[in-house]
């Protein structure tokens, strides 16, 4: 990219910058973020044009987009900055006992739900000073192709929007480190005592109404096409935006609703609402923990790669939710 005379020219601050707005597309929120003035962020972007011969970041009434040569150049941008971060790192090696470091997990709503509990005990414990923010990951509408229906959560872990997703999705492109975390499978969730319970069969199934999690409203899903293969349809009565919302309204009314099961193990007793077998094949699938490979260089986050492997999802997590032992770790 670069010649050696050009290398000598180089400040490290103006790939940080170039970074931070390719993140942004905004000049102003850029400056923010770097703690510089607007002026300031427009001298080094000259300076960058200058540097590589290219405009990188064309403005709009809205911000900036980035030219093709930028989007060219953003993979390798963050590479290098994480390999610098890296080495700095080594200086003052990762102690999870008094980091007071604060990493930003990504997932669904009933994949946090399930690992929440567990991960915040075992912070508590061995990790008192770290921090955890949980940003909710939803697959892109439209999309049936798990590789297509979860690109933008890869984006944002590329992006460094992201430290880690945890995401239904098993073909990870080889630039990221993937490690399974569960194997997760759909069960039928009703009201205690529900009907259905004792006369689970598919007839039964499809003339109960139905409640689809669904942060769209959109009422088609993986259930539909099951099926339909067997020449079958269902009611959708009503749709919910997350799987908390859905026990909810469960433990009130003769609905059912497909949910992953570890999730009804973990929270279904509190509503009242119990699991029972789906009477046709529903999805079952890996749950993966995934971050950019350059990213494992950062002894924070492998050490948190690590931790996420060892967190009790499922009857283990469950039996001691509902025993009372462990409910402050769910309530702020």
Known sequence: MLNQTDLSRIDLNLLVLFEIVFQERHVGRSAERLHLSPSAISHGLGRLRTLLGDPLFLKTPKGVVPTERASQLATSVSEILARVRGVVSTATPFDP???????????????????????????????????????????????????????????????????????????????????????????IAVRKGHSF???????????????VVSHTGDVTGFVDVELAKKGAARRVALTVPNFNFALS????????????????????????????????????????????????????????????????????????????????????
């Open 197 to 211: 319970q004792r006369n689970p069969t598919l007839k039964r199934y499809c003339e109960m109404e139905h409640l």
């Open 249 to 332: 309204v469960l433990a009130e009314t003769e609905m059912v609703s497909a949910l992953p099961r570890r999730f009804v193990e973990i929270y279904g007793a509190r509503f009242n609402v119990v699991a029972v077998k789906a009477p046709l094949p529903l999805p079952r699938f890996s749950i993966n923990v995934v971050l950019p490979q350059v990213a494992m260089m950062d002894a924070g986050l492998a050490w948190l790669v690590q931790l996420l492997g060892k967190v009790r999802t499922g009857n283990d997590r469950s039996s001691v939710l509902r025993s009372g032992k462990r409910n402050r770790s769910m309530h702020s």
């Open 97 to 187: 006992r008094h980091s007071t470091r604060r990493f930003v997990i990504g997932a669904p709503d009933g994949v946090s739900s399930v690992i929440l509990p567990s991960l915040l005990e075992t912070l508590r414990r061995v990790a008192p000073g770290v921090d955890a923010g949980i940003r909710q990951l939803l697959p892109v509408q439209g999309f049936t192709a798990p590789h297509l229906a979860w690109k933008d959560a890869l984006k944002e872990l590329e992006d460094r929007t992201t430290d880690i997703a945890i995401i239904p999705f098993d073909d990870i492109p080889v630039r990221f480190h993937k490690q399974k975390l569960y194997e997760e499978e759909f069960v």
